[in-house]
């Protein structure tokens, strides 16, 4: 694969993870590890990202239902702000990993656990 084509497909596959999840991430890394090295890192980036996203996300709504139990719904609202700005956090990390896929330079995500290596 040409490296404008890595590119873009490495482009494609953060900005898909917007609207699909984990899927566009997933099928890439699957179709797509033995096109290339860039393309190849920047998929395994985002698959490892979006489980981890999975991960903190489950976490955070056992752990705050429970508060949110045993404050009588008060914990609630702590759920629902922490479950939102995980959601605003990961959108903006999969936007900065699309941008650097574009401009071609490698980009591993903040709070990302490596998975897949």
Same mark, same amino acid.
């Given at each position: 694969?040409?490296?404008?084509?890595?590119?873009?497909?490495?482009?494609?596959?953060?900005?898909?993870?917007?609207?699909?999840?984990?899927?566009?991430?997933?099928?890439?890394?699957?179709?797509?590890?033995?096109?290339?090295?860039?393309?190849? #890192?920047? &998929?395994?980036?985002?698959?490892?990202?979006? !489980?981890?996203? %999975? $991960?903190?996300?489950?976490? @955070?709504?056992?752990?705050?239902?429970?508060?949110?139990?045993?404050?009588?719904?008060?914990?609630?609202?702590?759920?629902?702000? #922490?479950? &939102?700005?995980?959601?605003?956090?990961?959108? !903006?990390?999969? %936007? $900065?990993?699309?941008?650097? @896929?574009?401009?071609?330079?490698?980009?591993?995500?903040?709070?990302?656990?490596?998975?897949?290596?």
């Amino acid at each position: 694969m040409n490296p404008s084509d890595e590119k873009m497909w490495s482009t494609l596959i953060h900005l898909g993870g917007i609207i699909f999840g984990i899927f566009p991430s997933l099928i890439g890394y699957l179709v797509l590890k033995d096109r290339g090295p860039f393309v190849r #890192a920047h &998929t395994r980036s985002a698959l490892n990202f979006h !489980i981890s996203l %999975i $991960i903190y996300l489950v976490g @955070a709504t056992i752990i705050l239902s429970i508060v949110g139990v045993l404050t009588f719904g008060v914990g609630f609202i702590f759920l629902w702000v #922490a479950i &939102t700005g995980i959601e605003i956090a990961a959108i !903006i990390f999969m %936007i $900065i990993a699309a941008i650097k @896929a574009n401009d071609g330079q490698y980009y591993t995500y903040p709070l990302s656990i490596e998975f897949v290596k």
